[in-house]
């Protein structure tokens, strides 16, 4: 199993001053230093292996060892004058990584920072700024965080009501200078191009990584253009997931001569004509044609080719669709159905969940051949300044990464009505490959019943769903071409929106 740190821990407050005490790690020849003070933190490298310490309530240069240590301490750790060199106000990076259950024995462990051959010191204010989407963030895991550090960190969090209103903040004249900020999933391309958010660094050190399925490796590694590839950098870490669920009323089924909605095509039934309600998503709605005609989410133009499907087919199908909705809104679609303008409303797990809670009379479905994902994602913006003026997150940043995918977190008991954890998220089951030419046949149809508001897809379901991947040049202009060929109502719209 991973180490959750790779240098030292920070203990629990001692006496005044610094009690250090040398400790060898289990199964390697490097060692540890405990240290413990209620002041500042530094990071000190010395003949290859580091120590994390706290440094006495003294603000002044450290002259001949570590203030606070007396000449018994400098020759038990092997310090001496030579080896502090100190850069006042500057950090070297001592990230803290909370293990799953919390802290053990009541430390925080700590990762290295492999530098070069000069030390220096820097002091580290232990406060994580975090602006974080409203409703995202259980306080439940705040409250944690805290207790968790023992007082030695805090977390200060923020919120806005979007993800448009978080895009503002990283994007305006002064962007925010927090050190993680809730990114979309759908917003990561865009953020990784235009430089945004930087990378995280080294997180396969961290348990966290661990504990993450490909799947979510895979979403998270980008390339600088933002495009999804194995080679790239990590940019992200999933905290919780969602997915594109259909909602409609039970009572009304007598119109759909008593047809229940089970999959993407029951969409297309003449019966719902100006009766669903749609969010207004261009790539939703694009990929709801592609599933109706057995491709996936991500169909691109090699996937329409090999499957047979011609632009004009696709073009065809979504037109369709459009014919079938009353409302395609990120806001009327709600009220829409709550006033019964609509009898199905497509859209946001988040957003419907809660809507089908207030009434027993709507029943939820995820479509057989599998739905669209989506995520919320920690990143780290461009201007992070982690409580210093080198432009550098907190070292508490492990650590809220780590408590955010902690096992004891992952429960499906709320279903998907806050957001899932991402440990409950299986693989895919088509190894990402776009070319799926799988029709949706009567004779093969399978039908799915209705969740709970309480639980989850069913695993099959889940592994057949896609996250909405960044298209290449040429689909996006296929899909241009394909809806200019209408060119009234709703269809504009989109164009735009594309």
Known sequence: MKRPGMAGCLAGPTARGLAVKRVAKAGSGSNVLHSVSPSRVFLIKDSGWHRSMKNSQKNGAINHGVQGMNDDDERACGLSESDFLVERRRVLLATCAIVASGVVDGCIPCASYAGDDELRMREVKMVLRVLALRGSVPQQWTADFKTALEGYGIPAI?????LSDIWKEMSGRAPTTVDAVTVGDAWLERAVMEGRIQPIEDPEQYRYWDALNNRWKRLVRRDVNGRVSASGRVYAVPYRWGCTVIVFRKDRMARWSNSRI??????????????????????????????TLGLSYNADVEALQACGVSQENLGMRVRRLIAQAKVISNKDHVRAYSAGDVDVIVGSSDDL??????????????????????????????????GAVDGEP???????????????????????????????LPNGEYKHSKIRCNPIIDSKRVDVEPIGTRELPSVDVLQKSEFLEPLDDDTVMLYQ??????????????????
């Not at 923020?158 to 979007?162: A, I, L, N, V």
């Not at 297309?268 to 709605?285: G, Q, T, V, Y």
């Not at 995520?375 to 982690?386: E, N, Q, T, Y």
């Not at 200019?484 to 989109?494: F, L, R, Y």
């Open 262 to 291: 089970s999959d993407w095509d029951d969409l297309l039934n003449p019966k719902l004509k100006n009766r669903i309600a749609f969010m207004d998503s261009p790539r939703e709605l694009i990929g709801i044609a592609l599933k």
């Open 158 to 162: 923020s919120y806005k009501p979007t």
């Open 481 to 498: 071409r394909m809806l200019h060929a209408s060119s009234t109502g709703p269809v504009d719209d989109i164009i735009r929106n594309l």
């Open 353 to 386: 969940i809660p809507l089908a809670q207030k009434s027993s009379n709507s029943a939820v479905v995820v479509p057989a051949s599998g739905t669209a994902l989506w995520a919320d994602l920690w990143c780290v913006p461009r201007h992070a300044a982690g």
């Open 394 to 424: 907190s070292p508490l940043l492990p650590a809220w990464l780590e408590l955010c995918v902690q096992p004891r977190r992952a429960t499906a008991s709320s279903g998907l009505q806050r957001g899932v954890s991402p440990l409950l």
